[in-house]
């Protein structure tokens, strides 16, 4: 949502190096879309090379400059179908190269362990016995020769984060790494100088690899995430089309509109920006700003917001307002905003770390300070204070969390559940009270015809197939319900659609209507369905016969008040917050078996309504999906949104689920309870680990092949027993 | 013993030449599109860079 200073349109400076460009290309699924893609990008004249990635979603292009644009290629995606929309180089490169940092010291160190490893069991099987020592002598000089360049480039990342953490005056994971790591090398190559026989170089850097592994999969997990928030960040603005003075369209990414351009929005897009419409009048559907699910009627003069979308006729609108000043972005401004607050959760390995590394420090310290005591030589000393730091080292502790929250991600995926923060299970588990958005959350968010039984198998299927014709939500909606009853509708020709007002087909004399109650010559309706459908109907005219009354209603989510009841047993409190009328909001709440609901909120008194609760020392999880829940999602304690929802909320919230039904929401929660109690587990195998093994090493009894094997069997375990958190198959 | 002086320089040359390729491989980009590539083991027409 960052200002463009150049318009794209005329990009066209005069560089003769081609110019790269990144678009997030989202609806790419499978090998054919990927050529057909990346095919269309290489057609534009100027276009020098096209690489799509189906796994991050995106296309880079390399073109040049004065013969193509930006937009040409936005623009030939558009007529193969796909929508694209520029991502900044700055947001795009970040979680990669963090990645492929990561990866290039896996490799380099479990190279040097895989070869460290081999030299040091050739010394620990051979030394003393058959074993020449001038052999076991060059076997060590060879691992610290290789040990040692390992160490400095490998180590990098804990030693950047141990030192920047020291320097901010705190403690935390990596100090201890850092500290057991160069203490264990340095000592090493001390004793290996003078021809000793206590050399770690194996220990050091088997840790680094296995620490590196556990850093690169829970960094995997981060980007993966942030980048599919990104691709839908900028596909939100997607293109706009613009009419020239001239008369001429041409395709222009939203961001880079002015307030005055004439705009085209057609028949099923969405509005790009702020504005007036001049010409055209029809539906417009709100949710995404509103909550409502009835769509609205529009006509010259009125205003319509970005992220709106147009229902029935083609509308030329002027822009007011574009970019970061439209109503889309000032509620993900509030959104931004709300999320600072909960930036300053702490992390539970991080709490662990805060405990656990001075008291390492302390047990290091108190061991070498106790043997100096007892009057052993220094070198004595120390070796046993670096292996009491090389067997407490937080190889268990540091892999407890990233090894629990992998295992139950990858759980809650099978059954329909996107994980987005890795620390939203930590927080989910705290909850003690759930808040739902009603439209779209507790309902699916999309019309649905009620009392259906009331309505002839034969108009069923004349007003369904005026419908086909129509792309009105009530429309669908009766097309599907008329599908589920009488199987495939058969789409008639000659129809005419009047926008706002229904359709019309002639057949000789006879006509058959299809719209508003006007549009067919019906009374207004004052029967006891009205209420509940809050006018949202349409009435169908076949000839001179009674119009027939359809009414439509947002469905409840079929299982809705079966988890709200589930919930409640749990110990949960539940609330309804929605941006809803009162009767509508009552209504549902009844229904589903909600006892505390709000009506008429905005997005800022539903953050309000939060930091209340807050205050009470209540623990939230929102559940939403409008763009006017987002700011809400971002302020709750831990938050979750259908797949359904508004992309900027899906950005905003911790989880993402999928499907009709409600109870991805019980599953998640279940799922962060036993994450949290499997990582208490670990932290508790990593205790009794170091209760054992801390004792043994102060008094000087590790050898370096037991403090290897050891410490590799906490990690297996610690690892193993988060996996039992993965089982299970698809639901 | 003299067997020690050519197989340690064996077993450090050829894990360097595997770290080397890996190395390599994820600078050139081989690990970019790990979906993406298997679809396009299955594509019949050349790679467009081929066609011209």
Same mark, same amino acid.
């Given at each position: 949502?960052?200002?463009?200073?150049?318009?794209?349109?005329?990009?066209?400076?005069?560089?003769?190096?081609?110019?790269?460009?990144?678009?997030? @290309?989202?609806?790419?699924?499978?090998?054919?879309?990927?050529?057909?893609?990346?095919?269309?990008?290489?057609?534009?004249?100027?276009?020098?090379?096209?690489?799509?990635?189906?796994?991050?979603?995106?296309?880079?292009?390399?073109?040049?400059? %004065?013969?193509?644009?930006?937009?040409?290629?936005?623009?030939?995606?558009?007529?193969?179908?796909? &929508?694209?929309?520029?991502?900044?180089?700055?947001?795009?490169?970040?979680?990669?190269?963090?990645?492929?940092?990561?990866?290039?010291?896996?490799?380099?160190?479990?190279?040097?362990?895989?070869?460290?490893?081999?030299?040091?069991?050739?010394?620990?099987?051979?030394?003393?016995?058959?074993?020449?020592?001038?052999?076991?002598?060059?076997?060590?000089?060879?691992?610290?020769?290789?040990?040692?360049?390992?160490?400095?480039?490998?180590?990098?990342?804990?030693?950047?984060?141990?030192?920047?953490?020291?320097?901010?005056?705190?403690?935390?994971?990596?100090?201890?790494?850092?500290?057991?790591?160069?203490?264990? &090398?340095?000592?090493?190559?001390?004793?290996?100088?003078?021809?000793?026989?206590?050399?770690?170089?194996?220990? #050091?850097?088997?840790?680094?690899?296995?620490?590196?592994?556990?850093?690169?999969?829970?960094?995997?997990?981060?980007?993966?995430?942030?980048?599919?928030?990104?691709?839908?960040?900028?596909?939100?603005?997607?293109?706009?089309?613009?009419?020239?003075?001239?008369?001429?369209?041409? %395709?222009?990414?939203?961001?880079?509109?002015?307030?005055?351009?004439?705009?085209?929005?057609?028949?099923?897009?969405?509005?790009?920006?702020?504005?007036?419409?001049?010409?055209?009048?029809?539906?417009?559907?709100?949710?995404?700003?509103?909550?409502?699910?009835?769509?609205?009627?529009?006509?010259?003069?009125?205003?319509?917001?970005?992220?709106?979308?147009?229902?029935?006729?083609?509308?030329?609108?002027?822009?007011?307002?574009?970019?970061?000043?439209?109503?889309?972005?000032?509620?993900?401004?509030?959104?931004?905003?709300?999320?600072?607050?909960? +930036?300053?959760?702490?992390?539970?390995?991080?709490?662990?770390?805060?405990?656990?590394?001075?008291?390492?420090?302390?047990?290091?310290?108190?061991?070498?300070?106790?043997?100096?005591?007892?009057?052993?030589?220094?070198? &004595?000393?120390?070796?046993?204070?670096?292996?009491?730091?090389?067997? &407490?080292?937080?190889?268990?502790?540091?892999?407890?969390?990233?090894?629990?929250?992998?295992?139950?991600?990858?759980?809650?995926?099978? =059954?329909?559940?996107?994980?987005?923060?890795?620390?939203?299970?930590?927080?989910?588990?705290?909850?003690?009270?759930?808040?739902?958005?009603?439209?779209?959350t507790l309902t699916l968010?999309?019309?649905? !015809?009620?009392?259906?039984?009331?309505?002839?198998?034969?108009?069923?299927?004349?007003?369904?197939?005026?419908?086909?014709?129509?792309?009105?939500?009530?429309?669908?909606?009766?097309?599907?319900?008329?599908?589920?009853?009488?199987?495939? @509708?058969?789409?008639?020709?000659?129809?005419?659609?009047?926008?706002?007002?229904?359709?019309?087909?002639?057949?000789?004399?006879?006509?058959? =209507? !299809?719209?508003?109650?006007?549009?067919?010559?019906?009374?207004?309706?004052?029967?006891?369905?009205?209420?509940?459908?809050?006018?949202?109907?349409?009435?169908?005219? =076949?000839?001179?016969?009674?119009?027939?009354?359809?009414?439509?209603?947002?469905a409840i989510r079929p299982d809705a008040a079966e988890t709200v009841a589930a919930l409640? =047993?749990?110990?949960?409190?539940?609330?309804?917050?929605?941006?809803?009328?009162?009767?509508?909001?009552?209504?549902? #709440?009844?229904a589903t078996g909600?006892?505390?609901?709000?009506?008429?909120?905005?997005? +800022?008194? %539903?953050?309000?309504?939060?930091?209340?609760?807050?205050?009470?020392?209540?623990?939230?999880?929102?559940?939403?999906?409008?763009?006017?829940? +987002?700011?809400?999602? +971002?302020?709750?304690?831990?938050?979750?949104?259908p797949?359904?929802?508004?992309?900027?909320?899906?950005?905003?919230?911790?989880?993402?689920f999928?499907g009709a039904k409600l109870s991805p929401v019980i599953e998640?929660?279940?799922?962060?309870?036993?994450?949290?109690?499997?990582?208490?587990?670990?932290?508790?195998?990593?205790?009794?680990?170091?209760?054992?093994?801390?004792?043994?090493?102060?008094?000087?009894?590790?050898?370096?092949?037991?403090?290897?094997?050891?410490?590799?069997?906490?990690?297996?375990?610690?690892?193993?027993?988060?996996?039992?958190?993965?089982?299970?198959?698809?639901s | 013993?003299?067997?020690? *002086?050519?197989?340690?320089? *064996?077993?450090?040359?050829?894990?360097?030449?595997?770290?080397?390729?890996?190395?390599? *491989?994820?600078?050139?980009?081989?690990?970019?599109?790990?979906?993406?590539?298997?679809?396009?083991?299955?594509?019949?027409?050349?790679?467009?860079?081929?066609?011209?």
């Open positions: 949502m960052t200002a463009h200073p150049t318009e794209l349109a005329t990009q066209q400076a005069p560089a003769a190096a081609p110019e790269t460009l990144v678009l997030a @290309v989202d609806e790419m699924h499978c090998g054919a879309c990927l050529r057909l893609v990346e095919r269309a990008a290489l057609r534009v004249p100027g276009v020098e090379s096209a690489r799509a990635s189906l796994a991050a979603k995106r296309l880079s292009v390399t073109f040049d400059p %004065k013969q193509a644009g930006e937009v040409d290629v936005i623009a030939a995606l558009d007529r193969i179908g796909f &929508t694209a929309a520029p991502i900044e180089a700055v947001q795009q490169d970040r979680g990669d190269a963090r990645q492929k940092y990561l990866l290039r010291r896996v490799a380099v160190a479990g190279f040097a362990a895989m070869n460290i490893m081999l030299l040091s069991i050739s010394v620990w099987s051979g030394e003393g016995g058959s074993m020449d020592p001038a052999v076991a002598a060059l076997f060590r000089w060879l691992s610290a020769l290789i040990a040692l360049p390992t160490v400095v480039y490998a180590g990098q990342p804990f030693f950047a984060s141990g030192f920047a953490a020291l320097k901010g005056g705190r403690l935390n994971m990596d100090v201890p790494i850092s500290l057991a790591i160069i203490l264990a &090398t340095g000592m090493s190559l001390y004793q290996t100088m003078l021809n000793h026989q206590h050399v770690y170089f194996d220990a #050091a850097v088997t840790l680094l690899f296995f620490l590196l592994v556990g850093r690169y999969l829970d960094e995997t997990l981060r980007v993966r995430a942030r980048g599919e928030a990104q691709n839908l960040l900028s596909l939100q603005g997607g293109i706009a089309t613009v009419l020239g003075s001239d008369g001429v369209q041409r %395709k222009v990414a939203a961001h880079a509109l002015h307030p005055g351009d004439r705009l085209l929005v057609a028949t099923g897009e969405r509005v790009a920006a702020d504005g007036v419409v001049r010409e055209g009048r029809g539906q417009i559907d709100q949710s995404l700003i509103t909550g409502e699910t009835l769509p609205v009627g529009v006509k010259p003069g009125d205003q319509v917001y970005a992220g709106t979308l147009n229902l029935t006729q083609s509308l030329k609108i002027e822009v007011t307002a574009a970019d970061s000043a439209t109503l889309l972005a000032e509620i993900s401004r509030l959104m931004l905003a709300a999320e600072q607050g909960k +930036a300053h959760y702490r992390r539970l390995a991080d709490r662990a770390a805060q405990i656990y590394a001075p008291a390492v420090h302390g047990l290091g310290l108190a061991t070498f300070l106790g043997w100096l005591a007892f009057g052993a030589p220094w070198q &004595t000393a120390l070796t046993y204070a670096i292996s009491v730091l090389i067997i &407490t080292c937080p190889c268990a502790l540091a892999l407890a969390v990233p090894a629990v929250q992998i295992a139950a991600a990858s759980r809650l995926f099978k =059954r329909g559940v996107m994980v987005k923060a890795p620390d939203g299970l930590e927080r989910i588990a705290e909850i003690d009270m759930v808040v739902f958005d009603k439209t779209g968010g999309k019309p649905q !015809l009620i009392d259906e039984t009331e309505i002839s198998d034969a108009d069923m299927a004349a007003a369904a197939a005026l419908a086909a014709a129509s792309h009105h939500p009530y429309a669908k909606a009766l097309v599907v319900a008329a599908e589920a009853r009488l199987g495939a @509708v058969q789409p008639v020709s000659g129809i005419e659609e009047t926008p706002g007002e229904g359709l019309m087909r002639r057949e000789g004399k006879s006509e058959e =209507r !299809l719209g508003s109650a006007a549009w067919c010559g019906a009374e207004a309706d004052g029967s006891e369905g009205a209420e509940r459908s809050q006018g949202a109907e349409v009435w169908c005219r =076949r000839g001179q016969e009674q119009p027939v009354h359809f009414r439509f209603a947002d409640k =047993r749990q110990g949960y409190r539940i609330a309804l917050l929605s941006g809803d009328r009162a009767g509508i909001v009552e209504e549902t #709440a009844q909600i006892d505390t609901w709000h009506a008429g909120l905005k997005p +800022a008194d %539903k953050i309000a309504w939060l930091e209340a609760r807050a205050e009470e020392g209540r623990k939230v999880l929102m559940a939403g999906d409008g763009l006017n829940d +987002a700011p809400a999602l +971002a302020a709750a304690h831990a938050s979750i949104s797949a359904s929802a508004a992309d900027i909320s899906q950005r905003a919230a911790d989880f993402v999928q998640a929660i279940k799922t962060g309870r036993r994450a949290r109690s499997m990582a208490f587990q670990n932290f508790g195998v990593a205790a009794v680990y170091n209760a054992i093994c801390v004792p043994l090493a102060m008094l000087g009894f590790v050898t370096p092949l037991i403090a290897a094997i050891v410490m590799s069997t906490s990690s297996i375990l610690v690892t193993l027993n988060a996996s039992r958190l993965a089982g299970g198959g698809r | 013993m003299t067997s020690l *002086a050519w197989l340690i320089p *064996a077993a450090l040359v050829l894990a360097g030449a595997g770290l080397i390729a890996f190395l390599w *491989a994820l600078r050139s980009g081989q690990f970019e599109d790990l979906e993406g590539a298997a679809y396009r083991a299955l594509e019949d027409e050349p790679p467009d860079d081929e066609i011209t």
